[in-house]
């Protein structure tokens, strides 16, 4: 009986504490220091994608509407997975590979499509095609009332050798 007693007391003690902070995103320990505040609050939106799939996208375009006629060579990678935070709609990742521009894209969400637009420099491609054939990749989207996104490609926790 003192057993029920104590527990009774224990779950009655923490339902009268205050209530800690909202809990930080999932893996909130890939997240690079916040030295701006610029993620002090809890995020509007999270997506978290456990990579499954991924297929290598190289196009060629010619645009004849236009003097000269420009042709361009996009670079993407288009991932599938599965879904691992609460509520997350995700259903694929699309990284653009930009080899001119001085300033990259910033990360967009598409809710209509369920797709998650990234753009790296093409400098960063073997790294992101390393990471896709040897390890877990994660991809990570965050945003915040006050405008912020963060978005990610990372691996879990490896032991060194």
């Given at each position: ?17 205050p209530l800690a902070a ?22 509007d939106q999270q997506q ?19 003097q000269p006629i420009p ?91």
């Amino acid at each position: 009986m003192s057993l029920l007693i104590r527990t009774c007391a224990a779950l009655a003690l923490t339902l009268s504490l205050p209530l800690a902070a909202a809990p930080a995103p999932m893996h909130s320990q890939f997240l690079p220091p916040d030295d701006l505040t610029l993620r002090a609050e809890v995020p509007d939106q999270q997506q978290l994608l456990q990579v499954t799939e991924y297929a290598v996208v190289v196009g060629n375009q010619r645009q004849s509407s236009q003097q000269p006629i420009p042709v361009t060579s996009p670079l993407m990678i288009r991932l599938k997975g599965k879904s691992l935070s609460k509520g997350a709609t995700i259903a694929q990742v699309v990284l653009n590979f930009d080899a001119e521009s001085k300033s990259l894209k910033k990360p967009a969400y598409d809710d209509k499509s369920k797709t998650l637009t990234l753009s790296y420099p093409v400098a960063q491609y073997r790294v992101i095609v390393d990471l896709l054939r040897n390890d877990t990749v994660y991809v990570q989207f965050l945003s915040y009332a006050n405008g912020h996104i963060w978005a990610d490609l990372h691996t879990g926790a490896v032991r060194a050798r």
